[in-house]
């Protein structure tokens, strides 16, 4: 079983910049590869970015590629997705995500055992 928690959202200008954090319980995070999904309103949940177990690898949605950046830290259970040059259309409810099959398809919600509550972004133009 894990926990998750995000935090770190809030209101931000376009072009400025959040870091998001999502918080693992247990002593297996490292055996989880950890993932952003988002969900605008009135659009269904999709995936941002995706990092391996080690945090060797990193797989980015096309239209975050470049601004977006996941990393882990597996000593403090965390994961984060550092966000710049944001845009209005960015605005959404961030969730993380973890899965311990190690999917190919990890653009695929269901491909995730567990997941945070979410935290609200909104961007501002």
């Known amino acids: 079983q894990v926990q998750l928690v995000e935090s770190g959202g809030g209101l931000v200008q376009a072009g400025g910049s959040l870091r998001l954090s999502c918080a693992a319980s247990g002593r ?3 055996s989880y590869a950890m993932g952003w999904f988002r969900q605008a309103p009135g659009k269904e949940r999709e995936f941002v970015a995706r990092i391996t177990r080690s945090g060797g690898t990193t ?3 096309d239209s975050v590629k ?7 830290d597996n000593a403090k259970n965390t994961v984060y997705l550092q ?43």
Do not use: H
Not at 66 to 72: A, C, D, E, L, N
Not at 95 to 122: F, I, K, P, S
């Open 83 to 125: 966000m710049n040059s944001l845009k209005p259309e960015d605005t959404a409810i961030y969730y993380c995500a973890a899965d311990g099959d190690g999917t190919t398809r990890y653009r695929n919600e269901n491909e995730y055992d567990y997941w945070g509550q979410g935290t609200q972004v909104t961007v501002s133009s």
């Open 28 to 30: 297996t995070f490292s």
């Open 59 to 61: 797989y980015y949605a």
């Open 66 to 72: 470049g601004r977006f950046t996941i990393s882990r």
